[in-house]
């Protein structure tokens, strides 16, 4: 189970100090050359192209990105409902196809989102509530699946029929691109189950993540899954770095003090079920485990990746791979000086968590070999 880590691009530099969120925004050619750039120089293996409503086309910025860099995968936020499952399959797999490197290196991975909140989603003129939209999604994983198997199909469902579809552009990634989903509410769970190959969740405390892997793992067992193997995860957090742990806490506590400063001292409410888990563990301890660091999550309503991993590069690293140890084998990184930090991830962490999950590795291929 090798390690993969993700980071994160925007397409426009981020006005302030600390930045939170880099989806919206213009476009900068020359900054999105750099930041995906520098995701490749730092050995990243996916960075994630992130949607709103507001937002540049995620299809577009990544095959920008791509054109720019060597091996750097995407992973594509894509949202049901706006265009034809078929179509959007055989955009998938175009664009597995053209960007896969000679040497058979895969680029793309596919994050279905099904929206932040009602409110966003009107602005894209879809009205529908969000137990819907997870049925709708269900529905349309389910088709692109169809559709990549490259044979005739019939689909006749709630929102979608489909008379003989069929594609001539299979993806390069056989028999899929992986497929991930993140959500916390029983509708998220059970489409995710029933039709994802990767859960991806926020950052929470180690005894939660256990807890939601083998949920996870339980509701997946009722469905057939006849697509793919046991599911992966993936999850999503903040590191905040420096020489020693105090000048590590002392940049966390600025940056808690800027994005104040920036809000007014109000928390935007909460919008999701996973910002209200975040809310409720910090709630609890601002510091769950050694280092994750829940006061961000707090001051910013826990609206996406938000907790905090805080201390010393090493330190940073061992708290990274515990999840790793527990089966988490994607890890999805970014910062909130995003071009610096992933620079500086590259530097100082990144290669501290691959050699320390390649111990590992190798610790599972001794004790299997054992039994």
Known sequence: MPLRITGMIGVEPPSGETTVHIITGGISKEYTREFAQAHDRANFDWTLVGYSSRSAEGFGVASFCAAHTQRLGYLIAHRPGFIAPTLAARKFATFDNFWATD????RLGLHIITG????EMA??????DKSTRYRRAGEYVHIMRQEWKGTPFDFDGEFYKVAQGSTDVKPFQQPTPPVLFGGSSEEALEMGAEHCDIFAVFGEPRAVIAERIADFRARCAKYDRSFGKEPGFNISLRPIIAET???AWDKARKM???IKEATGGKAPESTSVSSDRLLAAAAENEIQDERLWMAIAEATGARGNSTCLVGTP???AESCLKYYEMGVEGILLRGFNPLEDATEYGKELIPRMREGAARIDAQRSQARAAE
Not at 123 to 128: A, I
Request: glycine letters at 14%.
């Open 103 to 106: 040497d058979g290196h895969p």
């Open 116 to 119: 932040a909140s009602d409110a």
């Open 123 to 128: 602005q894209d003129g879809d009205w529908s």
């Open 245 to 247: 742990e105090g000048a």
């Open 256 to 258: 808690l003090a800027d």
């Open 314 to 316: 090493e330190q940073v």
